[in-house]
T-cell receptor, first 115, second 114 residues
Framework: DTGVSQDPRHKITKRGQNVTFRCDPI?????LYWYRQTLGQGPEFLTY????????KSRLLSDRFSAERPKGSFSTLEIQRTEQGDSAMYLC?????????????FGDGTRLSIL | AQSVTQLGSHVSVSEGALVLLRCNYS??????LFWYVQYPNQGLQLLLK??????LVKGINGFEAEFKKSETSFHLTKPSAHMSDAAEYFC????????????FGDGTTLTVKP
């Protein structure tokens, strides 16, 4: 169990640029979640996958956001035409199934700063 | 819809004193409840979870929480604070069938004074 890995840890970019983040879940975990956390607030659910299928997307996830999980392993979250309001910590979590006895394991996040 | 309210965005205690962090939830179905801890620039670590079994739940690092349905509360306590407990704490709720999709409170920052 090497834990959930996120890359990069920090990303600084100019407004209007596209960015892509990667999440590598714990290897046997079939569920993968993306959350966004802004300063002074708790994480907000964005989307989740079961294997390669994206099962739910929050209304927070505008058309500029897209997430994929090809082959049901790692996942990417892309933000197109970034805006100031996209500055946040993006957290990834994974779990083995959705049952309550299979808790989520969180990565250390990718902090995005928009100049 | 589910929601969580954490009362008090900042709590300060002396080392050795009781820690009490408050959480109230709203859920249309019997909830699953969680407490997480987050250290600076890190992800969230699960402290404990309520799964409709025992109402008093014991977690890691000496923390425990009691589920009170009548009060819709799930407050986190620790009898004696350590300096290493200084961190941000989040209460979260999720609903069957997706225990993994959680709604989080805004967090409580715990400061421990020597």
């Amino acid at each position: 169990d090497t834990g959930v890995s996120q890359d990069p840890r920090h990303k600084i970019t100019k407004r209007g640029q596209n960015v892509t983040f990667r999440c590598d879940p714990i290897s046997e975990h079939n569920r993968l979640y993306w959350y966004r956390q802004t300063l002074g607030q708790g994480p907000e659910f964005l989307t989740y996958f079961q294997n390669e299928a994206q099962l739910e997307k929050s209304r927070l996830l505008s058309d500029r956001f897209s997430a994929e999980r090809p082959k049901g392993s790692f996942s990417t979250l892309e933000i197109q035409r970034t805006e100031q309001g996209d500055s946040a910590m993006y957290l990834c979590a994974s779990s083995l199934g959705s049952e309550i006895n299979q808790p989520q394991h969180f990565g250390d996040g990718t902090r995005l700063s928009i100049l | 819809a589910q929601s969580v309210t954490q009362l008090g965005s900042h709590v300060s205690v002396s080392e050795g004193a009781l820690v009490l962090l408050r959480c109230n939830y709203s859920s249309s179905v019997p909830p699953y409840l969680f407490w997480y801890v987050q250290y600076p620039n890190q992800g969230l670590q699960l402290l404990l979870k309520y799964t409709s079994a025992a109402t008093l739940v014991k977690g890691i690092n000496g923390f425990e929480a009691e589920f009170k349905k009548s009060e819709t509360s799930f407050h986190l306590t620790k009898p004696s604070a350590h300096m290493s407990d200084a961190a941000e704490y989040f209460c979260a709720v999720s609903e069957y069938p997706n225990a993994g999709k959680s709604t989080f409170g805004d967090g409580t920052t715990l400061t421990v004074k020597p």
